[in-house]
């Protein structure tokens, strides 16, 4: 190892001595030895020795004040899989935690890049996260990036675009997900200079040219504010801030506007020690300058999920030019500068501050871990596995990613392709060996569909082992097409079963007249279509002969409810009434059961509807399967919610948001906010770009929800929230 890098070596110990002092320095300098080896003979793009790669890692690591697994799992994070050395030694030389990283680093490069589009890139970053074990894994991820994308004019113009774009789609969300803005921005900027060179290049010319008034100008207000601060006694961190390009390009695109609208473009920013410092220089400032309306927001009382907390404000400056300050203690300043790497300062550090605990808590509650686990470290497992448990992500032989629900197999993957592939399916390799078609895929995995060239179809047990719905309706759809004969016997058998099931002779409700209008409403042109549909299962039994009952009670309107009388729907087990919270009129301990459309709560007007044998369901009165339901009128009953009652009711909501990353935690905590708990909440994207969350929360009254939309309305980028109905 020649002098120059032994010196910067000993400016990674003398980094890691001011944060760490309990270091193991021995072990650092050992990792430097065993990568430099390893390494040895191989070059950069740039003509130097392999190893500064490494080394420039370590570095940021240091400086962003990460662990020592960390640090040294940096150092080695290309060994694996750019020499001869296997994890095994890794773990034995160092130790298995460190050789676990590694692995982590190592496992993230083998995810081809392929796609170019947006919901590739989505499903990327989150196979990304569910892939990377530990969210360190990401942090060295992200700093082996920024390192090789500020070494990227070593590199021809293709890779240069290739390597911008994956950071661009990839990377960037990822860091700011995890709150990593020091990373995020540079890597931005990085990518802008690579995409769009003559913008950048442009723009940069055009910031510089104003620079030296804009600096003049800073230098004006961060004067005026110093005196005033020192005058009332405060010791301030005073920094004019330069706005990263790539930020004033996107606001400019998106809010099309110039240079000279955007507003914080200068920027100031004000670091005190405690929290009441930050609302005092806030009420200092706002005496200096004249704030803008509508341009305050106090992320201190309400930090954003990824725990940035500041105070912002645009103020209008001397000569009526605005500026923006961020106000914020040393603490937020470290969080909102390294984010999530700066939870293991305070976790090697020994001492926690409870106040960063308490964040912890905070995110840890959100995200429904158990109670008991002291251990911070629960926190950073579980971060990661955000709300992507849901799905599996897997690549085509081509590279291209599929999202399928978890416990997903082959067959899934093969109609998620296209329904031809699955009918011609006999079999499937899975990392290019061959598994069973119920082979559960695992994050990662590439599949390979094998097909024979004539189509035999799907068999019938695929139905009870596939896990998406688009598989099963395809597989149906094959059997309503190619087995049309016995699907009409199937189809005949399921109906007179029914029949007999709900107390009717064929005679009775099988015939032309009734059997008319549901042929027209499903646009079927025999009684056959009408079977065959039965017979695969898209239309069931009960639903065709519920219709020809309806049409048959028209014509015989005293048969309604003379098959049940009131008293058959009272239910024998009498328990289930006293806790359901509904008075129903004139009958005791009648069966109720809330329905599942409109869910309704204490407090929701509500009406009884007298079903089949199965008590009484209670609907919303503003509950629209209730308005379209031609015999309510007939079934109709009184009722009302009890006085006293100690039962908890779900209740549903649908949010319609801007689709955006962090959102689904910042609902979540709302919802802890309110004190209420959450049951359910599931996330979908629609093509329009916007996301649809549906939750269940547990209430006991009808004002906890009113409150909760009132909150949820509040949130950011949210454009509608509904209760649930159908
Ligand atoms: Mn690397």
């Keep these: 190892m020649d002098e120059e890098m032994k010196s910067k070596i000993k400016e990674i110990e003398e980094i890691i001595s001011k944060y760490n002092s309990n270091a193991d320095l021995a072990m650092l300098e050992k990792a430097f030895d065993f990568a430099e080896k390893a390494h040895k003979g191989q070059l950069r793009k740039s003509g130097e020795p392999f190893f500064i790669h490494p080394l420039a890692v370590a570095k940021m690591l240091a400086e962003m004040e990460m662990d020592m697994p960390s640090i040294i799992a940096g150092i080695l994070h290309d060994v694996v899989e750019d020499t001869e050395v296997t994890s095994k030694q890794i773990a034995e030389e160092f130790s298995s935690e460190i050789a676990y990283l ?9 995810i081809p890049v392929s796609s170019k589009e947006e919901l590739q890139a989505e499903n990327l970053r989150k196979m990304f996260i569910s892939m990377a074990s530990d969210i360190r894994v990401i942090v060295i991820k992200l700093v082996d990036r920024l390192h090789n994308m500020r070494t990227l004019q070593y590199v021809n113009t293709d890779s240069q675009i290739t390597k911008a774009r994956e950071t661009l789609e990839i990377y960037t969300p990822l860091a700011h997900r995890l709150g990593m803005s020091k990373i995020k921005w540079e890597l931005e900027d990085l990518c802008f200079k690579y995409l769009e060179p003559d913008t950048y290049q442009d723009l940069k010319k055009q910031i510089n040219a104003k620079r030296e008034d804009r600096e003049k100008y800073i230098q004006g207000v961060l004067e005026t504010i110093r005196e ?4 009332a006694g405060l010791k301030v961190f005073l920094d004019g801030r330069p706005k990263h390009l790539y930020s004033v390009y996107k606001k400019m695109v998106k809010q099309n506007k110039t240079l000279e609208q955007i507003y914080d473009l200068i920027a100031i920013r004000v670091i005190v020690d405690t929290v009441q410092e930050c609302y005092t220089i806030l009420g200092i400032i706002h005496e200096l300058y004249k704030p803008m309306p509508g341009r305050f927001k106090d992320y201190i009382s309400m930090p954003k999920p990824n725990m940035y907390q500041s105070l912002h404000t645009t103020l209008i400056g001397p000569d009526g030019m605005p500026f923006e300050a961020q106000i914020r203690t040393w603490e937020m300043h470290k969080i909102a500068e390294s984010g999530i790497a700066a939870h293991w300062k305070y976790k090697e550090g020994g001492t926690t501050t409870s106040e960063f605990d308490e964040k912890l808590d905070w995110v840890r509650h959100l995200l429904d871990i158990q ?3 002291g251990d911070a470290s629960q926190f950073v497992d579980t971060f990661k596995m955000d709300l992507f448990t849901e799905e599996v992500f897997v690549f085509t032989p081509k590279g291209d ?13 093969a109609y998620s392709i296209h329904s031809a592939i699955g009918n011609r399916m006999i079999g499937a390799k899975v990392n290019g060996e061959i598994k069973p078609l119920n082979y559960r895929l695992k994050n990662g995995d ?3 569909v094998i097909t024979t060239k004539e189509t035999h179809g799907p068999s019938r047990d695929w139905l009870s082992i596939v896990k998406s719905s688009e598989a099963k309706s395809k597989i149906r759809q094959w059997f309503k097409k190619e087995r049309r004969e016995e699907n009409i016997e199937h189809g005949k058998s399921f109906i007179e079963r029914e029949l007999k099931k709900q107390g009717f ?16 409403k ?14 695969f299962g898209e239309l069931t039994a009960q639903k065709v002969v519920s219709r020809l009952r309806d049409e048959y009670l028209k014509d015989n309107p005293k048969d309604v409810l003379s098959t049940e009388s009131l008293e058959n729907i009272v239910s024998k087990e009498k328990k289930q009434t006293t806790d359901s919270g509904i008075v129903v009129k004139g009958i005791d301990n009648c069966l109720v059961r809330f329905s599942k459309c409109c869910n309704p709560v204490p407090g929701d007007n509500i009406v009884g509807y007298i079903t089949r044998g199965r008590g009484v369901s209670i609907h919303r009165a503003d509950c629209p399967n209730i308005q379209s339901m031609n015999e309510f009128k007939d079934r109709e009953i009184d009722v009302r ?11 549903e909501l649908t949010i319609k948001a801007l689709d955006r990353s962090n959102l689904m935690l910042e609902i979540a905590g709302v919802i802890a906010e309110q004190k209420l708990n959450m049951r359910a909440i599931s996330a979908r994207t629609t093509k329009d770009n916007y996301g649809i969350i549906d939750l269940t929360v547990e209430i006991s009254e009808r004002t906890q929800l009113d409150k909760l939309i009132k909150k949820l309305n509040q949130v950011d980028s949210i454009v509608e929230v509904m209760r649930k109905s159908s």
């Design 102 to 110: 590694v692995d982590g680093v190592t496992k993230l490069k083998h």
């Design 228 to 231: 005033k601060t020192s005058e």
């Design 371 to 373: 109670k008991d686990s």
């Design 401 to 413: 990613v599929k999202n399928l629900p978890a416990g997903s197999n082959p067959i899934d993957f």
């Design 446 to 448: 590439i599949v390979d």
């Design 505 to 520: 002779t064929h005679e009775q409700l099988f015939n032309k007249e009734y059997i008319g209008p549901i042929l027209k």
């Design 522 to 535: 499903h646009n079927f042109n025999s009684i056959d279509d009408l079977l065959n549909v039965v017979g």
């Design 641 to 651: 919610w009890a006085q006293n009652f100690s039962t908890t009711y779900n209740a």
